[in-house]
């Protein structure tokens, strides 16, 4: 529901994950640019309850709403999917307020796609991190072996005894990432995937 940059980027991804999307805008102008890019591109008023009947909508699992500069629409459509009975609701937010109106009125999910990309570019720029995923106070990583586990084992350096993180991956030179094993030895252009609650893996990066 609404094919704004965020709605365009969901719709085109789960399309080629291979699954039915229907793609809704009020605007007849965005639903003709995108007719040929998804299942069905419906331009239809998502704040109207028996418009969204009229086009099926209740015969979907999912519906995402990306919505975000117009707080009532996105309401309203939230509301509509709910009296339709869609399963999960999943919403865009742009502000702490909007979510929180989201929330109350029963969206399952609410995503803040500008406030959690900035939280991750954050933590990239501020440590030797390449990538950074946080889910609640636990946080996957990407960064490179710190200088004192050069040359060793992942079962001599203690990285997990020393820091309180996991290693999940560790990728060397072009080879793909694989999982890391105790006998796996570190080498200074190592990449690993790391695991932990947020603070440890952020002390962790620091070092490496």
Do not use: N
Not at 19 to 44: G, N, W
Not at 82 to 96: F, N, T
Not at 158 to 164: D, E, I, T
Request: charged share 25%.
């Amino acid at each position: 529901m609404g094919l704004g940059r965020f709605g365009f980027s969901v719709a085109r991804s789960l399309t080629s994950m291979g699954h039915e999307v229907l793609a809704v805008d009020e605007r007849t102008d965005i639903v003709q640019r995108y007719a040929s890019d998804f299942t069905h591109v419906i331009a239809a008023d998502s704040t109207d309850t028996e418009a969204l009947r009229q086009i099926g909508a209740e015969e979907f699992d999912v519906a995402v709403v990306g919505i975000g500069t117009d707080l009532e629409a996105s309401v309203l459509t939230v509301l509509s999917l709910l009296d339709l009975g869609v399963d999960e609701v999943w919403a865009k937010a742009v502000s702490g307020k909007h979510a929180a109106i989201l929330e109350r009125v029963g969206a399952h999910y609410v995503i803040r796609p500008e406030s959690q990309m900035g939280k991750r570019v954050a933590h990239m720029v501020a440590g030797s991190m390449t990538d950074f995923v946080e889910f609640d106070d636990f946080a996957i990583a990407r960064t490179g072996a710190p200088e004192s586990s050069h040359g060793k084992t992942l079962q001599d350096a203690q990285l997990r005894a020393s820091f309180g993180i996991t290693i999940v991956a560790v990728k060397s030179g072009k080879h793909d990432f694989e999982y890391a094993r105790a006998e796996t030895v570190l080498g200074p252009t190592d990449e690993l995937i790391i695991s932990g609650p947020t603070h440890k893996v952020e002390k962790f990066c620091a070092t490496s």
